[in-house]
């Protein structure tokens, strides 16, 4: 247990850039409650992936900061980005069932690691949006196994 705080401890202060291996955020530097964090939104992300790469399709973490409170929550969820005569606009998508709420402090990992960035809005509200990085990063973890998608949805979605 101390060899994993050790190992641990050591990557607090290690800069992102050196925890990047292709494109993608190695799996063993993400802390291991956003690890599950990620290991639920896999499904959901992998099977939207290209209208988040388009940019059509925004995925956000609702009520998320880079420093997380202890007692608050995050939500998921999926945006869709259109243009109007007055600029881009963002629309929520209408969830499927109840959207699962984390802690933020989970979430604030995430932001710090830059797989998820907070968005600058007008009023200021808490709000984080999927990264390319952490598209990539969810990515590689399917592909690595790390994260599980059964394989009707492999074949569903491709």
């Known amino acids: 247990m101390e060899h994993a705080y050790a190992a641990g401890a050591a990557q607090v202060g290690q800069p992102v850039e050196e925890m990047v291996v292709d494109g993608s955020l190695r799996w063993d530097a993400i ?3 956003a ?3 990620l290991e639920y939104l896999g499904i959901s992300v992998y099977e939207r992936r290209e209208e988040l790469r388009e940019g059509t399709l925004l995925a956000m973490l609702e009520g998320a ?3 997380g ?3 608050k929550k995050a939500v998921f969820s999926f945006w869709v980005a259109e243009e109007d005569e007055h600029g ?3 629309r929520r998508c209408e ?3 109840e ?3 984390w802690a933020t402090t989970s979430a604030s990992a995430l932001i710090r690691l830059g797989i998820f960035t907070e968005l600058k809005t007008d009023p200021p509200e808490q709000i984080a949006q999927l990264t390319p990085l952490g598209l990539e990063t969810i990515l590689s973890a399917i592909e690595a196994d790390h994260i599980f998608i059964p394989p009707w949805r492999k ?3 491709s």
């Open 31 to 33: 802390p291991s409650r």
């Open 69 to 71: 409170r202890k007692g």
């Open 155 to 157: 074949s569903e979605s």
């Open 88 to 90: 881009r606009i963002l």
């Open 35 to 37: 690890r599950v964090m």
């Open 99 to 101: 959207p699962h709420q």
């Open 65 to 67: 900061a880079a420093t």
């Open 95 to 97: 969830e499927r069932h």
